[in-house]
């Protein structure tokens, strides 16, 4: 039981409107012959997993950070986005304690937040050189966008355009947003079992076990829709990780759990409202019901934040994980990005 509620959580942490689709029959058949490049790239001194996949060697290239931590997102791209790929070069990077990475070193040195930026740097550079290209795409979601947000204010030079996916903001300031919508649904449920959850897991900033609270409460959450919004999506995306050879085997709940447990202090200690003022394009993809990591944090963050150009996506059928809950729309939607950031060249 405890897996299957795992499952449905990690699942989750996967001004224009989107349209609402949920067909899932519509999706193409997933190509299983899309990668060109498997690899494994010393970065930070560790071994890590890089996948490469493109219709053309001449595309731009684009850095999908995954989320988690610790959740590679490398079969639910390839099953849902691999039509990215006849514009983008896309690059997946699984992590150190992540997917294949894990695989090569479960216990890798120096798991933190900071090291993992510099690993981004270190990738970012070797993209550039290998592929002869002045900058590249870059695009961060949940818990990647804590990296992806850093990376764009250190390094401006070395990007196009930054696409912050499901944007962390503030995680203290956000967990009291979500309690407080999820006292509202419960209150109007007349769900008294719930509220006395909801009460036992009363926020405290300096409460130690917040990634076993934050846990609990993404179970309330998602009884009310407010972290998996199109809950059809939950069956395709199960489908999408044990679609490939290489994951039928993977060990997503171990993984996922070890390599948490060491990243939760810089997690929930992340503030992204500190960066007021970027120089890099940043575009932000939210799902309209996300009350997981709160989706009006990201649109007053936006508002007030000082960038060459910027822009808002709301995916109208979505909660937390827009690319497997409207993966027709969220396709759509980075094109009309590479179209639109291409044009300005």
Known sequence: ??????????????????????????????????????????????????????????????????????WPQTPQLRYYSSELTNKYTLVIWEQRGAGNSYKKNSEPDNLTLEQ??????ELTDWLKN???????????????????????????????????????????????????????QIIKADDTKALNSLDSLKYISNYTDKLDRFFQQWTLLNKYRGATYNQ??????????????????????????????????????????DIDTVKVPVVLLEGRHDWNIPSILAEEWLDKLQAPKKKLYWFENSGHGCLEEEPQEFNKVMFEIFEEVEKEK
Do not use: R
């Not at 493109?54 to 595309?59: F, I």
């Not at 993992?116 to 740097?121: E, P």
């Not at 999408?240 to 202090?265: G, H, I, P, R, T």
């Open 130 to 184: 290998n592929y002869n290209q002045q900058k590249i795409y870059l695009a961060g979601y949940s818990w990647g966008s804590l990296i992806g947000i850093d990376l764009i204010s250190k390094y401006p030079e070395d990007y196009k355009a930054y696409i912050g996916i499901s944007q962390i903001i503030n995680m203290d300031k956000g967990m009291l947003i979500s309690q407080n919508w999820l006292k509202e």
């Open 116 to 121: 993992i930026i510099k690993d981004g740097h």
């Open 232 to 273: 059809a999506s939950e069956k395709e995306t199960k489908k999408a990780m044990s679609f490939y050879e290489d994951y039928k085997d993977y060990d997503w709940f171990k993984v996922w759990e070890q390599s948490s447990k060491k990243l939760q202090n810089d997690w929930f200690t992340a503030n992204t409202a």
């Open 1 to 70: 039981m405890k897996k299957i509620i795992i499952l449905l959580f990690v699942l989750s942490l996967v001004s224009c409107k989107s349209k609402t689709n949920n067909d899932y029959s519509k999706i193409l058949e997933p190509k299983t012959d899309l990668v060109t490049e498997k690899m494994y790239l010393e970065l930070g001194g560790e071994s890590q997993y890089v996948e490469i996949s493109s219709s053309s060697s001449d595309n731009p290239i684009l850095l999908f950070i995954h989320g988690g931590p610790a």
